[in-house]
């Protein structure tokens, strides 16, 4: 009789010994199951927002001119962990100006033309510079607040290369330095110019700087690329007496010594060389702006 007890006892245990392994065994298959349709889960999750990255990026790039100027007039844009902040940027860039160099800006001035160009964005974004000068990192600074505007900036070291770039570029503005050494030299007959007075490290009476200047002899390589511009490109807008689309832009020059019947100005002064930047593009692409309504 002990002996059957026993021996049922026995099979109890291992009936139960078995139902506890096979019930481990169930939970630890529907666990992995779970695991598995959750990494599923994931991967479609990240699949789904890869897709939706990709139709996002498809329709900006259809849209790719309007997206790109609100991007350029916007002060601030963030999306997909990238950062724009032209505001800012362009600020830290005018304190760095005023820094190095306190007796070259008024910084109302140039802050005055930022304004400006704010309100008026669309005669500013897309807009399109070409920048002659034969020592472009003299210029770095100015780019950068250009850029951070929304403009569109191209360099060139020197007139070949400009009269290269003019036709494919279609700059809106040209901005040059006035002094380039080995560079064109012509006689200036549409596009005379005057200094009046002697820059500092030019070793030359007044008369006799005026007279070199206008045979085309001597380093002021900029005015003679204003005289090639307009020779080569007949009825350019560039040159045009009545509203040029040239700025010189000189580093070193003082401002006001020189003039040019085919610039708008010649400054030294980067507030100066702003504010004209931005009226020059307001009155050359007003017609970007909202029309008003008949009255």
């Not at 916007?74 to 007796?103: L, W, Y």
């Not at 689309?245 to 006001?256: D, E, K, P, Q, V």
Request: charged share 25%; aromatic share 8%.
């Amino acid at each position: 009789m002990r002996d059957e007890d026993e021996s049922d006892a026995s099979k109890t245990s291992s009936l139960e010994e078995n139902r506890e392994n096979g019930k481990s065994a169930s939970e630890d298959s529907l666990v992995e199951k779970v695991k598995t349709f959750a990494a599923v889960l994931e991967a479609l999750y990240s699949l789904g927002k890869f897709a939706i990255i990709i139709v996002i990026l498809s329709v900006a790039w259809s849209y790719r001119s309007e997206v790109g100027d609100w991007i350029r007039q916007s002060t601030h844009v963030s999306a997909f962990g990238i950062s724009i902040d032209h505001q800012n940027s362009a600020k830290d860039t005018i304190d760095h100006i005023i820094s190095i160099s306190p007796t070259r800006i008024d910084k109302d001035v140039l802050l005055g033309a930022i304004a400006r160009a704010t309100r008026n964005w669309p005669t500013i974004v897309g807009s399109r510079v070409l920048w002659v000068d034969d020592n472009p990192g003299n210029n770095w600074d100015e780019e950068s607040i250009m850029r951070d505007m929304g403009i569109d900036v191209w360099r060139a070291t020197s007139t070949p290369e400009a009269l290269t770039l003019i036709p494919s570029f279609a700059p809106d503005i040209i901005i040059s330095n006035v002094v380039r050494r080995n560079d064109v030299e012509l006689p200036l007959a549409n596009c005379p110019a005057h200094y009046f007075q002697v820059p500092s490290g030019v070793k030359k009476s007044l008369e006799e700087l005026n007279s070199d200047t206008m045979a085309g002899r001597g380093i002021a390589g900029g005015l003679s690329m204003a005289e090639a511009i307009s020779k080569q490109f007949t009825d350019n807008p560039y040159t045009n007496h009545d509203s040029p689309r040239i700025l010189f832009y000189s580093y070193s020059n003082g401002g006001g010594v020189v003039a040019s019947q085919c610039a708008r100005i010649a400054t030294n002064r980067v507030d100066v060389l702003f504010q004209n930047l931005v009226s020059a593009l307001e009155e050359i692409r007003w017609q970007k702006l909202k029309q008003l309504a008949p009255i």
